[in-house]
């Protein structure tokens, strides 16, 4: 899976299509994202001794084929590759050529 934890991407299918947002988790062994602002889903939580029961919302996970990395030097998502530095293995950005951290 070539999206990471902090990373920024690009919602490019599905009822959040268009939305950016960082990446909050990455699931690898279920190619999963948890994206925020993106798949707000509704959680009910039961009472506790100090909190009172009440409605949340929170993102939910979404499948990393549906997101693509969000260039900010290109503004506008990109596909990711990878290439040797000093005999490192490194993202590249494929729009504008940069490292990706």
Excluded: F
Aim: net charge positive.
């Amino acid at each position: 899976m070539k999206i990471k934890k902090n990373d920024t991407v690009l919602v490019i299918s599905g009822k959040d299509k268009g939305k950016t947002g960082k990446v909050l988790k990455a699931i690898p062994s279920e190619n999963r994202v948890v994206v925020e602002g993106v798949n707000i889903q509704t959680k009910h939580q039961k009472a506790k001794q100090d909190i009172p029961a009440q409605i949340v919302k929170v993102e939910g996970p979404i499948d990393a084929s549906n997101v693509m990395y969000y260039d900010k030097k290109a503004g506008k998502g990109s596909r990711i590759g990878y290439k040797l530095e000093n005999g490192k293995k490194v993202r590249v950005s494929k729009a504008s050529g940069q490292v990706i951290e």
